[in-house]
């Protein structure tokens, strides 16, 4: 898909780090229907108590480092909606501009959620747009569209949930490059479960969810990849993880390998429980949304 040059990274136009983090809370989670391989068998299986638990805990997580929180309210009826990386995409130009790209769900279920953030977004002063009417496919922003940390380059995962073409619109219309990478493996439906770029030069990645370009791509454009191993990957969500500041990385608790080999790379690993959010098929980096 993508036009696979390879881009000096460190050529292209500098982005600062986004400062804050949005999250939604969990009152109306629930695992009510089953949209991807992760759900199946734990439909009404959410023990809601341990859930706002865990949450309450990842907001403090986030606070203790320095990040500061913001919250959107849970709706009734709509159980996937603590999931906010997926309904848009934030970004700021390089020129210092503000907006929002608002998602096109996958799933009917999940359609209604887009609207809440396109309020918040609205009340924050920034500029949001939907996808060109004209424009076929759908687009779950940052579960498949993801920033390199700190330069203008969007890394776009297709092939469950988002539609390619989307992003090379995207590209042109906000003039920043993309790498596009196909994902093959339903348990990693969304780029954010198998892909997890630390700093300007490294990303945590689970290799087996990618076909042979898009790994060269991801290779080709970080100095480094640790690599998680599969079990870890595939049940504990280990590349759903997220580093605010390119020194800890909050991942979920027992991967026990991924958190030894961040640590031998010069991370921090900081543990959270998310099993509550692992029944619905999502962990740390689905439960919050970065933006500036
Ligand atoms: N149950 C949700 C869904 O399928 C989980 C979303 C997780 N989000 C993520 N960015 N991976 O759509």
């Not at 108590?49 to 805990?57: D, I, L």
């Not at 130009?93 to 977004?121: C, I, N, W």
């Not at 609205?122 to 424009?135: A, M, S």
């Not at 330069?151 to 092939?159: C, E, H, I, V």
Request: a negative charge; hydrophobic letters at 35%.
């Amino acid at each position: 898909m993508s036009p696979d040059t390879v881009l000096d990274v460190t050529a292209l136009p500098a982005i600062p780090r986004p400062g804050r983090v949005l999250m939604t809370s969990p009152d109306h989670f629930e695992v009510a229907y089953v949209i991807n391989p992760h759900m199946a068998g734990n439909v009404g299986e959410v023990d809601r108590q341990r859930a706002r638990g865990q949450w309450e805990a990842l907001r403090e997580t986030y606070e203790r480092l320095g990040v500061e929180t913001a919250v959107v309210a849970g709706a009734t009826g709509l159980p996937d909606m603590v999931f906010c990386a997926n309904q848009t995409l934030p970004y700021q130009t390089p020129g210092g501009e503000r907006g929002v790209v608002l998602s096109r769900m996958h799933a009917a279920q999940r359609k209604p959620e887009v609207d809440h953030y396109e309020r918040f977004f609205q009340g924050e002063g920034y500029e949001t747009h939907g996808l060109d009417p004209d424009l076929p496919g759908d687009f779950e922003g940052m579960g498949d569209a993801i920033w390199h940390p700190g330069r203008y380059l969007l890394w776009g995962g297709y092939g469950y949930r988002t539609d390619p073409q989307v992003y090379t619109r995207l590209g042109d219309k906000l003039g920043f490059p993309v790498r596009t990478l196909s994902l093959t493996d339903p348990d990693f439906y969304h780029l954010d479960t198998c892909f997890c770029p630390l700093d300007e030069e490294t990303a945590l990645i689970y290799p087996g969810a990618f076909d042979a370009d898009g790994l060269a791509t991801i290779r080709a454009h970080f100095r480094r990849t640790i690599e998680a191993p599969e079990s870890e990957a595939r049940t504990l969500f280990a590349c759903n993880a997220h580093s605010p500041d390119g020194e800890h990385v909050i991942i979920q608790r027992g991967c026990t390998e991924t958190a030894a080999l961040l640590q031998a790379g010069g991370y921090q690993p900081v543990e959270v429980d998310t099993d509550e959010f692992l029944k619905s098929g999502g962990s740390v980096f689905c439960m919050k949304l970065m933006y500036w």
